[in-house]
């Protein structure tokens, strides 16, 4: 724990101090189309898809390492997922993907210039990428150097107010796959379980908390997601690919917890990206 906890705060001290503008005019926080982390596809979503259609501005300057072209015969039978793309190193090894970008509108000088400054013009968003916007950015932050997908926000100037964030259902899953809702179950037996909340269709929490008797037992933060065998995961107390996070398209996971005999205590927290919390308690009796 003490070990995950030295390198969240590394990251989050480095990322700290590197910040990117906008890649388009600002919108309100609680407008995007969709966020980081959210289920996205079957996947977990490693980019935020803006909602309205914009001129696409470099979110700091860099090097322009690739420029990718939707219907480019150099890739063949398969189409680029993002559509027409730009990607561009920045420092701190830091790299951003700006897709979905509208050909036609896309910047000439994109192909002669190497080094660019902040806020060069990239093109207009279009509607080229397979995200399920219709003329939206899909922006996207890799740090290189830990093999991990950032999100974004983490970056970026923050305004406007976030999607609030409810609790909603919660459920245990035991092991033999058996569901109970606690709104209808306080009586349990002993042993191991997953905890999942119900999953907001837009919203997704910055951060997780799962408290037995007030201890914390599980904390899952979106700031980041790790590559694990392969796979994009989210990072708990282990690392949680898609099919853990989101065993289905209503549930979302907030933790797996030990109930042991007597009365248990069972508290959650969601926070914002900007602090604000909202939790919800139950009493359990475990035999």
Not at 28 to 45: D, I, P, V
Not at 82 to 95: E, F, T
Not at 120 to 144: A, H, K, M, P, R
Not at 272 to 284: P, W
Request: net charge neutral; hydrophobic share 35%.
């Amino acid at each position: 724990m003490k070990k995950l906890l030295f390198l969240f705060l590394t990251l989050a001290g480095s990322l700290a101090a590197f910040s990117f503008d906008w890649p388009q005019k600002e919108i309100a926080s609680n407008s995007f189309h969709s966020y980081f982390g959210q289920l996205r596809g079957g996947t977990l979503g490693n980019s935020i898809v803006f909602k309205e259609s914009s001129p696409v501005k470099s979110a700091d300057q860099g090097t322009i390492v690739c420029i990718i072209k939707e219907h480019d015969e150099s890739m063949g039978w398969f189409e680029s997922p993002l559509g027409n793309a730009v990607i561009i190193n920045h420092h701190n090894q830091l790299s951003s993907v700006y897709g979905n970008i509208d050909k036609e509108s896309m910047n000439p000088e994109l192909e002669k210039q190497f080094e660019i400054e902040k806020s060069f013009s990239i093109g207009e968003s279009g509607n080229s990428g397979w995200q399920e916007g219709s003329s939206c950015l899909e922006f996207q932050v890799y740090d290189t150097k830990n093999k991990s997908s950032v999100n974004p926000r983490i970056l970026m100037p923050r305004i406007g107010q976030e999607l609030e964030l409810w609790p909603g259902d919660l459920f245990l899953v035991d092991r033999n796959g058996n569901n109970f809702n606690l709104r209808d179950r306080k009586y349990l037996k002993s042993g191991n379980y997953a905890l999942y909340r119900s999953r907001q269709i837009t919203a997704v929490p910055y951060r997780t908390t799962v408290y037995i008797n007030g201890a914390s037992m599980e904390n899952i933060c979106y700031d980041t997601l790790r590559e694990s065998e392969g796979r994009l995961c989210l990072v708990g107390n282990g690392n949680y690919p898609v099919d853990a996070v989101y065993p289905d398209s209503t549930k979302q996971l907030l933790g797996f917890i030990r109930l042991t005999r007597g009365q248990n205590s069972l508290s959650v927290s969601l926070s914002d990206i900007l602090g604000s919390v909202k939790s919800a308690s139950y009493l359990l009796i475990v035999n």
